[in-house]
Nanobody, 116 residues
Framework: QVRPVESGGGLVQPGGSLRLSCAASGTIFVINVMNWYRQAPGKERELVATITRTGTTNYADSVKGRFTISRDNAENTVYLQMNSLKPEDTAVYYC??????????WGQGTQVTVSS
């Protein structure tokens, strides 16, 4: 059973930085696409950033130039470096690991709060 585990969330002031990590335990296959989603209170879950196994990345317009997604294939880990954080970045952040053929796994989520 694959179990993605996120870490790195917390409280940060506007303009600050955080680095999220998501490690996938129990996996023996290559993870095709790794994604970060977020869900703010009262809003739908949205896709924040994506990285393929070959390193191609894509970002939501709201985070371009501020967030960077990366991955370590040997460790089955995906990262999200978040800089210049804004209050509107406050949300629960989830990692999603997509293997292909409709098979994916979700982490439990980590809270990010940007507030002074």
């Amino acid at each position: 059973q694959v179990r993605p585990v996120e870490s790195g969330g917390g409280l940060v002031q506007p303009g600050g930085s955080l680095r999220l990590s998501c490690a996938a335990s129990g996996t023996i296959f290559v993870i095709n696409v790794m994604n970060w989603y977020r869900q703010a209170p009262g809003k739908e879950r949205e896709l924040v950033a994506t990285i393929t196994r070959t390193g191609t990345t894509n970002y939501a317009d709201s985070v371009k130039g501020r967030f960077t997604i990366s991955r370590d294939n040997a460790e089955n880990t995906v990262y999200l470096q978040m800089n210049s954080l804004k209050p509107e970045d406050t949300a629960v952040y989830y990692c999603n690991l997509y293997y292909g053929l409709g098979l994916d796994y979700w982490g439990q989520g980590t809270q990010v709060t940007v507030s002074s």
